[in-house]
């Protein structure tokens, strides 16, 4: 390694200390100083907003990297908190039959519902059975090579299937009320101001993990390969790489960062329903990220927060409009800042401030201290 390698890599490690500071300082601050600032309502609404932005991270992985535009992202998220809701509903029945289901004249328990008393089977089911689902349905739609608003409108129509389904089940799932009305878990009331705030807690924790996941998997060159996809499939394929893979296992990350995030949200709102496989919920997750800019993870983050936040003071202000300044708030970033807040701060922004113009497509690739280094070996190779 020669000292141009050395010094890149240097900057590298350096880079990522001081990224690890930051996210450590932030979840800290969260943690510790919040819980004394805000009230137990606005805190347990920033746990809610927190499991929110995990979800688009998944989505900017799926999206903002990889260029496919998921639509059907609720699905997933309703699963995971459906996983968590079953297993509470169990330990709340005490071996007998959840409340809903003797309602609607049900004698015995499903079949499917027996694993769910065991806790460690509903934390695994939370990752993996959105994971399985987005796998499979990404195979065959990937294998089939169908992107673009064709993938769009599938995913669309999968919300819609599921969405009826679970809202059809009155026995199996309660049907539209969903699963509410929870008590324990692990033999300890999950009402409880310090139990809710040890769910806030491991909110953070996990939103810090999914974070550190998906900069591990947008940085170097599965990253690049993940962009490179995104802005020109055809060449990814013609260098020897199968896309239908990459495509497979970023879909089912991004359906297991999901379902962990709706598994956070429904222990903090108390319910899982499905209107959380709604389509407009789904599309409103695709905004989250627009406005706080896709391809940028911190964006994701921003813009989940940003704007429930926002959703949040406005309906409390202005409860019969509050839509339209939604609406209006995603008009003016399309158009006036089609990368999002993040993005236009990357590539505007901070070149105004006398920073060098950011990239993130090819021309990245071409400011990479690594590629300038490969080619500067191909170089000498050829002149020998």
């Known amino acids: 390694m020669d000292a141009v390698s050395r010094l890149g890599a240097r900057g590298k490690r350096q880079t990522l200390w001081i990224e690890v500071g930051i996210v450590l300082a932030i979840a800290l601050f969260l943690i510790l100083v919040m819980p004394a600032v805000l009230s137990n309502f606005r805190l347990n609404l920033l746990g809610r907003f927190l499991s929110l932005a995990i979800v688009a991270l998944g989505i900017d992985l799926i999206w903002g990297y990889t260029g496919l535009l998921s639509l059907g992202h609720g699905i997933f998220f309703a699963l995971g908190g459906y996983a968590i809701a079953m297993h509470i509903k169990l ?48 195979y065959l739609v990937f294998r089939n090579r169908i992107k673009g608003v064709y993938f769009s409108i599938l995913t669309q129509a999968a919300t819609i299937v599921f969405f009826n389904f679970f809202n059809g089940q009155q026995k199996l799932f309660n049907g ?31 939103l810090a993990g999914a974070y550190a996941l998906c900069r591990w998997l947008t940085s170097g060159r599965f990253g690049r390969l993940l962009m490179a996809i995104r802005d020109d499939e055809s060449r990814v394929r013609f260098s020897g790489y199968n896309p239908t893979e990459f495509k497979v296992l970023v879909f089912a990350v991004s359906g297991a960062l999901a379902g962990i995030a709706g598994a956070m949200y429904t222990l903090q709102s108390g319910s899982v329903s499905p209107r959380l496989m709604d389509v407009a919920f789904s599309i409103e997750m695709v905004i989250w990220v627009a406005i706080g800019g896709r391809g940028t993870l911190v964006g994701a983050i921003l813009g989940a927060l940003l704007v429930n936040y926002a959703r949040s003071f406005l309906s409390e202000q202005f409860a019969e409009i509050w839509l339209f300044f939604q609406g209006a708030l995603f008009l003016i970033v399309v158009t006036v ?9 990357k590539s505007q922004g901070i070149q105004n401030l006398g920073r060098r113009k950011q ?26």
Do not use: C, H
């Open 337 to 345: 800042l089609p990368d999002g807040i993040v993005g236009w701060l």
């Open 91 to 138: 330990e709340d029945a005490d071996g007998g039959l959840p409340d809903f289901m003797s309602l609607y004249g049900g004698t015995e328990l499903p079949w499917f519902w027996e694993p769910f008393y065991s806790f460690p089977f509903a934390t695994f089911a939370v990752v993996t059975i959105p994971a399985l689902l987005a796998g499979v349905l990404g």
């Open 359 to 384: 990239s993130f497509t090819y021309p990245s690739l071409e400011e990479d201290p690594e590629v300038q280094q490969e080619r500067k070996e191909i170089g000498v190779r050829s002149e020998e």
């Open 176 to 206: 539209t009320n969903g699963l509410t009305n929870f008590q324990t878990l692990l033999g300890t009331s999950v009402n409880t101001q310090s139990t809710q705030f040890v769910f806030y807690s491991l909110t953070i924790v996990l």
